[in-house]
């Protein structure tokens, strides 16, 4: 077969967890097929990354003009005759081709409309109407995002495949800056993601104020990762808190960074208000950290065994989830073994093989 990828997200240079799913996918690929040929279409911001693939990979670059996806790719199916269009991160094109198979990562902005400009919801809304339209196959890796597109889409239930995330604990090296190591020298709770609504920055502060009103610890809140929408209201809500000095943001951290503050955690909580699946839940997993995290859409279904599942709407419950991980060591360790076993159940070349064969047509 002659498949063509959108690979444009995949050489993102900042990546957040639908770039890493496409690139992932996209860097295992090669270890799986060699028989098939294939296209990677990126931007011209494309700097390398699959110069070593094999002879069946051809890098395809695209300049990066208004419209790349709709006019630029659409333009590459006319010229060339796939037999399926890939796109794992982003959508379909006006044009593509005989077949094509596209991943859909969540529908959080019918849940969190105030998340997104209008334009956003107007452009996924149609996005996943052209994918009905053209009956293009559609992959999810959550069940919560299958049940969702079942339930607003009711059409596309005939086209959804459901392929299971891959996961690998990062390789990368491990360390900080001298600067944030002086702020976090001592032991601390942990969040990564965006500090926005949507990820519910401001129940975890307010839990943070009980738990420390609770009881004496030593623990510092350390919030990882740069402003989103409703950012100004997580502001203030550090700083009326009685233990701001104690709350430390560290704006976007690399790679080390984020794996240095995994490794040396107390406990990671993640109460999120909605996740298309919840990588962070994978990677403390993998750093051996127990973890908190919210009883609503894919997270349960992420964290199986391995966590403490609470009401994200009730800072109580979050700030007793961490006293019990704090006061209960026998439990914080008993939460890091049954991690350890949900992370058996996720491979990137598991991944890698169910996609082929979507792509594959079986």
Known sequence: MIIGIDASRAVKKQRTGTENYSRNLIFTLPKIDKINSYTLFVGSDYDGGFDQFPKNFTIKIIPNKKYWTQIGLSLEMIKNKFDVLFVPSHILPTISGKRSVITIHDLAW????????PKEIKTQDFSIRRVIAKKAHIIVYSRSTESD?????????????????????????????NELASKISE????????????????????????????????EKLVLAGKPGFGYNEISEEINKSKYKADIIETGFVSDAERNYLYQNASIFVFPSLFEGFGFPILEAFSSS?????????SMPEVA????????????????AAMSQILNKPEMARKLVRSGQKELLKYSWE?????TLSVLEGK
């Not at 019918?110 to 400009?117: A, H, I, L, N, R």
């Not at 500090?195 to 420390?212: D, F, G, H, P, W």
């Open 110 to 117: 019918k849940y969190f409309p105030e998340v997104y400009s």
């Open 149 to 177: 597109l079942k339930k607003f889409y009711p059409k596309t239930a005939k086209l959804i495949k459901f392929v299971p995330m891959g996961f690998e604990p990062e390789k990368s090296n491990s360390k900080i800056s």
């Open 187 to 218: 032991k601390y709770i942990l969040y990564v993601g965006r500090l926005e609504s949507k990820k519910n920055v401001i129940n975890l502060i307010q839990a943070y104020n009980m738990l420390r009103s609770e009881r004496e610890v030593k």
């Open 289 to 297: 950290v127990p973890v908190v995290t919210s009883n609503v859409s």
């Open 304 to 319: 199986g065994n391995g966590a403490i599942l609470i009401n994200p709407k009730k800072p109580f419950e979050i700030a």
């Open 350 to 354: 598991t991944c890698a093989k169910e």
